[in-house]
């Protein structure tokens, strides 16, 4: 990885030394920084961690302008929408699964999440040294940084891994532990790769538990806590398919964030309420606003619209997600149904400008992630009290499911639920189900499982630089 970590590493440094990287280069510089040495403080390693909250806001990660890879386009590569006419084709061939290891955006998206590992790794780099003086402060940074480590890890793996079955042998990422610019990682195993995550987290819940003062101020949500650790680690077990250990920790969450209610719902894609949010990364004016890839709403541009089959799942004149999420847009003479769940915070609601927070993590995933591990240990009862409790809550019909009926209730749930979230693309290849386009589709309809294409090629520039780096199988 050497050709990419200097890339990654030359970023960072520009990021984290602002002034110097504003100035005028010096090519005969008469001294240079020694990173063993350059964090001295704990407002050093501060900035340094808001560095790594900084790093998430990029086009290939939550950020837009480029791939949105865990925003929009695990539901572009999916069923939940369509290319539009309105579309400049920027990202048809994602959208059409032909994508190669010598595609830019799947480079991007490789790099981006690493940026973010390596942005962790800087800032944690010799922080125990302060640990006898300031030990509340360094549990709380090194806590978040190891958690933010650990989460770029694993939604590299959502894309990059062969397959999610906790102990497989197939091919996971590298994982990268140590912020070296000439390190060239290996990639671990699937297992290996959920061994390294699980590790991380587990010491994360565990240093941030002890700290010097609350992670969150003022209750903002837009940290890492030990909250957020739980939501990962739930997360991550369902996609491993540990089941109690799921129902562990999406426990913990629901049990201190409760559902919003149908009021509030609405206001939390306004930014004017954080009820259920367990970890918002915030954006601002300046920043690129999420979702543009689908909904450009500055330019009012449709790209990708929902599918049929994603709108008719759910009951329009009930469920307030359906409000929440989409809306009828004029444009020219005739008007069309958008993904409007991003427009804007509640002050520009009126004149929207595509800038809000984007919610990584809510409580109603964590009731559709202990539904699914009650009903796959056959605890039908447990699973079908959560998803009515999500029903309810959403203003949905409650169902009377069981077995393998309950399980696709779920899924429904989730993929009414988590739209554009990041979530679709991901939920079918878990499950290892076939992508069924019926919009607007008469090519690139169908992926049955077991194709390549479920899992993203390594990036060609990765393979040259890094002999240590296997491509994965059919590229």
Same mark, same amino acid.
């Given at each position: 990885?050497?050709?990419?970590?200097?890339?990654?590493?030359?970023?960072?440094?520009?990021? @984290?030394?602002?002034?110097? #990287?504003?100035?005028?280069? +010096?090519?005969?510089?008469?001294?240079?920084?020694?990173?063993?040495?350059?964090?001295?403080?704990?407002?050093?390693?501060?900035?340094?961690?808001?560095?790594?909250?900084?790093?998430? &806001?990029?086009?290939?990660?939550?950020?837009?302008?480029?791939?949105?890879?865990?925003?929009?386009?695990?539901?572009?590569?999916?069923?939940?929408?369509?290319? %539009?006419? +309105? =579309?400049?084709?920027?990202?048809?061939?994602?959208?059409?699964?032909?994508?190669?290891?010598?595609?830019? /955006?799947?480079?991007?998206?490789?790099?981006?999440?690493? *940026?973010?590992?390596?942005?962790?790794?800087?800032?944690?780099?010799?922080?125990?040294?302060?640990?006898?003086?300031?030990?509340?402060?360094?549990?709380?940074?090194?806590?978040?940084?190891?958690?933010?480590?650990?989460?770029?890890?694993?939604?590299?793996?959502?894309?990059?891994? +062969?397959?999610?079955?906790?102990?497989?042998? !197939?091919?996971?990422?590298?994982?990268?532990? *140590?912020?070296?610019?000439?390190? &060239?990682?290996?990639?671990? *195993? @699937?297992?290996?790769?959920?061994?390294?995550?699980?590790?991380?987290? !587990?010491?994360? !819940?565990?240093?941030? %538990?002890?700290?010097?003062?609350?992670?969150?101020?003022?209750?903002?949500?837009?940290?890492?806590?030990?909250? @957020?650790?739980?939501?990962?680690?739930?997360?991550?077990?369902?996609?491993?398919?540990?089941?109690?250990?799921?129902?562990?920790?999406?426990?913990?969450?629901?049990?201190?964030?409760?559902?919003?209610?149908?009021?509030?719902?609405?206001?939390?894609?306004?930014?004017? %309420?954080? %009820?259920?949010?367990?970890?918002?990364?915030?954006?601002?004016?300046?920043?690129?606003?999420?979702?543009?890839?689908?909904?450009?709403?500055?330019? /009012?541009?449709?790209?990708?619209?929902?599918?049929?089959?994603?709108?008719?799942?759910?009951?329009?004149? =009930?469920?307030?997600?359906?409000?929440?999420?989409?809306?009828?847009?004029?444009?020219?003479?005739?008007?069309?149904?958008?993904?409007?769940?991003?427009?804007? !915070?509640?002050?520009?609601?009126? &004149?929207?400008?595509?800038?809000?927070?984007?919610?990584?993590?809510?409580?109603?995933?964590?009731?559709?992630?202990?539904? +699914?591990?009650?009903?796959?240990?056959? /605890?039908?009862?447990?699973?079908?009290?959560?998803?009515?409790?999500?029903?309810?809550?959403?203003?949905?019909?409650?169902? @009377?499911?069981?077995?393998?009926?309950?399980?696709?209730?779920?899924?429904?749930?989730?993929?009414?639920?988590?739209?554009?979230?990041?979530?679709?693309?991901?939920?079918?290849?878990?499950?290892?189900?076939?992508?069924?386009?019926?919009?607007? #589709?008469?090519?690139? #309809?169908?992926?049955?499982?077991?194709?390549?294409?479920?899992?993203?090629?390594?990036?060609?520039?990765?393979?040259?630089?890094?002999?240590?780096?296997?491509?994965?199988?059919?590229?």
């Amino acid at each position: 990885m050497k050709r990419n970590l200097k890339y990654i590493s030359s970023f960072i440094l520009c990021g @984290v030394l602002m002034a110097s #990287c504003t100035k005028k280069v +010096e090519l005969n510089p008469t001294y240079t920084v020694n990173g063993d040495i350059s964090f001295n403080t704990v407002e050093d390693y501060e900035a340094a961690l808001t560095g790594t909250y900084v790093r998430l &806001k990029a086009g290939n990660y939550y950020g837009s302008g480029s791939s949105n890879a865990f925003v929009g386009l695990p539901d572009m590569l999916s069923d939940n929408v369509f290319e %539009s006419t +309105e =579309s400049l084709a920027n990202y048809t061939t994602l959208q059409r699964w032909a994508y190669t290891a010598d595609d830019g /955006n799947i480079e991007g998206i490789w790099l981006d999440a690493y *940026t973010v590992v390596q942005q962790a790794n800087l800032t944690m780099r010799n922080i125990d040294k302060l640990s006898s003086a300031n030990p509340g402060a360094v549990n709380r940074i090194k806590g978040q940084a190891l958690a933010l480590r650990a989460h770029a890890h694993f939604d590299l793996f959502r894309y990059f891994g +062969e397959e999610y079955d906790r102990n497989s042998t !197939k091919l996971g990422v590298p994982y990268v532990e *140590t912020y070296d610019i000439e390190q &060239k990682p290996a990639r671990l *195993t @699937v297992k290996g790769t959920y061994d390294k995550i699980e590790a991380d987290l !587990k010491l994360a !819940k565990q240093l941030l %538990s002890n700290t010097d003062e609350a992670v969150q101020p003022g209750n903002s949500r837009a940290y890492v806590d030990s909250l @957020v650790v739980d939501a990962m680690l739930a997360r991550m077990y369902n996609y491993a398919g540990l089941s109690d250990s799921a129902i562990k920790y999406a426990t913990y969450v629901i049990n201190a964030r409760p559902l919003a209610s149908a009021a509030a719902f609405p206001l939390i894609w306004q930014d004017a %309420s954080l %009820s259920e949010v367990i970890w918002t990364v915030k954006f601002e004016q300046g920043n690129s606003g999420i979702g543009d890839n689908i909904y450009y709403v500055v330019g /009012n541009r449709a790209s990708y619209r929902p599918t049929a089959n994603l709108l008719n799942l759910y009951n329009t004149s =009930s469920d307030i997600r359906y409000t929440s999420y989409f809306q009828v847009r004029p444009r020219g003479s005739s008007s069309r149904l958008v993904v409007s769940k991003y427009l804007a !915070k509640q002050p520009f609601i009126t &004149k929207p400008d595509g800038i809000v927070d984007f919610k990584a993590f809510r409580t109603g995933e964590m009731y559709l992630i202990r539904a +699914e591990a009650y009903a796959r240990k056959g /605890n039908d009862v447990s699973g079908l009290a959560d998803v009515n409790a999500l029903r309810t809550a959403r203003g949905a019909a409650v169902g @009377v499911e069981t077995g393998a009926a309950l399980l696709q209730g779920i899924m429904d749930e989730r993929r009414k639920e988590l739209v554009v979230e990041g979530h679709r693309f991901f939920d079918l290849k878990r499950t290892t189900r076939t992508i069924i386009r019926s919009t607007n #589709c008469s090519n690139f #309809c169908s992926l049955l499982p077991g194709a390549r294409e479920w899992a993203f090629p390594i990036p060609q520039s990765e393979i040259t630089a890094n002999p240590q780096m296997v491509q994965n199988p059919g590229y």
